[in-house]
């Protein structure tokens, strides 16, 4: 099937080629004639692996062609971010970046091997992630200000989860943390799947992470949610009270989770990539899924190619004055 697929789109080049169409041209009106690879860069099972298995499953449909997720993990997500963006700009090797490795890597790491804006053409906003404060099920603190009160007190005793310096974990509880005055010991693994496990496991103590991995964990009952740090409470966690209402209403934070392309990647391909997102983001059974595990669906205006170059860039100048350098 793939093979007489591929003679199709070629005698279709070829014929593009006689009527004299630039070859890249054509080659972006057949795209796409073979399996696409998205690459993840955290471990499967969290919260970038999941929203790109939900939307790629549609995608791929529109598209006509097989998308590969491949997890490629470490350093908080820059090594696949890295691998991305210098791998050939012909739509066929895709990244979900986010919040993390898109826009607060960069104050983080001054010897980033690439830029979010100048390395990468932004495809399409996936979905936003509302952060929730959470803990091991028999963490001792009943409630948010009884967990603020502890964490202080204990501070050289507690740990906290993330997926990596850079990563959304990560950021989100440096920013919590330094709200709080504190400064645990980080235990960083590679995506918060696996975090997520150990703090089911009890090995860990707390962990700020991205609704989507939380929610089947928390109505399972083997976690603890304190608080979800948005102004508005989650439809679908709504006995989980928002930061201000449970008494921190200075930490609000929620993440995002986008597709990038390696830069000069053929507008035509961008677009036809766009246009399956869109239309992933349109499906009922994709809305269902993203919104059962609590994600905010983009609005149309936040959907085009140029909606997210502008939250990348707005992203980068709120993380920059906030977030030190690591020694990279
Ligand atoms: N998005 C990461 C993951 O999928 C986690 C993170 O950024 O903290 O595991």
């Known amino acids: ?15 593009l080629a006689v009527l004299g169409l630039p070859s890249s041209q054509a080659q972006a009106q057949a795209y796409p004639t073979r399996s696409i690879t998205m690459i993840v860069p955290f471990a499967a099972g969290g919260p970038t692996d999941v929203i790109s298995r939900i939307v790629t499953g549609h995608m791929a449909q529109t598209l006509g062609q097989t998308i590969i997720i491949e997890n ?25 970046g986010h919040m993390g490795t898109h826009a607060a890597s960069v104050p983080l790491y001054p010897n980033l091997a690439y830029h979010p804006e100048k390395n990468f053409e932004p495809v399409a906003l996936l979905a936003g992630t509302p952060i929730l404060i959470l803990a091991r099920k028999d963490f001792p603190p009943k409630d948010l200000k009884e967990f603020v009160a502890y ?13 990596g310096v850079g990563s959304v ?4 509880c440096e920013l919590l ?6 400064k645990p010991t980080g235990v960083p693994f590679n995506g918060t799947g696996p975090a997520m496990n150990a703090l089911v496991g009890g090995q860990v103590d707390y962990m700020c992470d991205q609704i989507v991995n939380a929610v089947p964990q928390i109505n399972g009952g083997t976690i603890k949610a304190y608080a979800i740090a948005t102004p508005q409470r989650n439809p679908s966690l709504p006995n989980v009270p928002t930061t201000a209402e449970a008494g921190l209403p200075a930490f609000q934070a929620q993440a995002w989770n986008a597709i990038f392309a390696p830069k000069g990647t053929p507008p035509a391909v961008v677009a036809r990539l766009n246009e399956a997102v869109v239309k992933a983001l349109d499906d009922e059974g994709v809305r269902k899924r993203l919104l059962d595990l609590g994600s905010v669906i983009p609005a149309a205006a936040e959907r085009t190619p140029a909606a997210l170059g502008a939250l990348v860039n707005k992203e980068i100048a709120k993380w920059t004055p906030v977030l030190k350098p690591v020694q990279n």
């Open 72 to 96: 490629v993990v470490g350093a908080g997500g820059t090594t696949a971010t890295t691998r991305a963006s210098r791998a050939a700009n012909d739509g066929y090797t895709l990244i979900t």
């Open 169 to 172: 974990s990560n950021v989100s």
């Open 177 to 182: 943390n330094s709200i709080l005055g504190i």
């Open 1 to 15: 099937m793939k093979r007489y697929g591929r003679s199709v789109a070629g005698g279709f080049l070829a014929a």
């Open 151 to 163: 964490v202080k007190t204990n501070e050289a005793k507690v740990n906290a989860a993330h997926a």
